[in-house]
């Protein structure tokens, strides 16, 4: 992180959450001393329930080449995750040092209404929906990088998306580095368009980089399609009884399996993302921010 910087940390907790603000204890690796300084929550960030970003403003410059822990004050030891990073007088954390770049896709989703049954597999039972045709619709993902690798967090960036002649057409704001934020359209156009706005965390200030647009290219056509019932073999042949509208598929894709359905040799259970959390709040990533003026890279258009 930089002499000067803050430390922004994103903490997480899925159980037994304190009403209470979370206190960061950054401490110096190298001397065991605690960095005295204040903290603060920045307002206008994407974050849920689960999460919270606090921002830890260093009363002092740190001292160069030295390592800082950084922990959650009265976490449980057994169960604290503690991150740490190291201080450099010599980085380079300017806005646009990592150029953006978006992806054209195009997804789809069951169109009708769908049919349901009841399904089983060595996870336990589940709902198998399934429709006659399907929507495809046009997805642009825009990757905002890994500004800052030494300082992720220094920046809060805000994605604009907007219609090929400057309209509107929603916004998606994101902390973490190496994140995407995406858009929905649903009718293909030539080109899909976006604006990145970086804000900074350190005194408020903003750049606006210049408008991109993204051609359709290869992406694929979109519309109303007929479902592939290929794909959903996999799917139909695990239903107890077949969903309504689709018995001769169902019939079909079970004429190879056992009576009783089941899941196919080999296949296992994943891991509930709930099971064995921590109780109270746990440091999941940390950015470090360039204390000082908002600066664009030269040169970058």
């Known amino acids: 992180m930089p002499l000067d910087g803050v430390v922004v940390a994103r903490l997480r907790c899925e159980m037994d959450c304190p009403e209470s603000t979370p206190v960061l204890v950054v401490k110096d690796s190298e001397t ?35 390592a800082y822990s950084v922990t959650v004050e009265g976490q449980d030891p057994a169960l604290l995750t503690g991150l740490e990073t190291r201080a450099s007088a010599d980085l380079d954390l300017e806005v646009g040092a990592h150029a953006t770049a978006a992806i054209v896709r195009v997804e789809e989703s069951w169109y009708d209404t769908p049919s349901c049954c009841n399904a089983f597999d060595t996870c336990g039972s589940e709902t198998v929906c399934l429709a006659k045709e399907v929507e495809r619709y046009v997805v642009l993902g825009v990757h905002t990088g890994e500004a800052a690798r030494d300082g992720a967090g220094q920046y809060v960036r805000t994605v604009t998306f907007l219609s090929p002649d400057g309209a509107e057409l929603g916004k998606r704001t994101t902390w973490s580095r190496g ?3 995406e858009h929905t359209y649903e009718d293909a156009a030539p080109e899909y368009c976006y604006q990145v706005t970086y804000r900074s965390l350190i005194d408020g200030a903003t750049i606006e980089e210049e408008r991109v647009c993204v051609p359709h290219g290869d992406a694929g056509a979109t519309g109303v399609f007929p479902t592939d019932m290929a794909t959903v073999d996999p799917a139909i042949r695990r239903c107890e009884s077949p969903p309504e509208g689709f018995e001769d598929v169902w019939c079909a894709a079970r004429g190879d399996c056992e009576p009783a359905g089941g899941a196919e040799e080999g296949e296992g259970c994943s891991v509930s993302a709930g099971r064995g959390a921590p109780s109270g709040w746990a440091l999941s990533a940390i950015g470090l921010a360039l204390a000082g003026r908002v600066v664009r890279r030269r040169g970058r258009r």
């Open 32 to 66: 065991g001393e605690v960095v005295a300084g204040t903290q603060e929550l920045p307002a206008d960030l994407p974050i849920t329930g689960l999460e919270m970003v606090l921002v830890f403003r260093p009363a002092a410059p740190l001292t160069d080449g030295h």
């Open 179 to 181: 994140s995407v934020v």
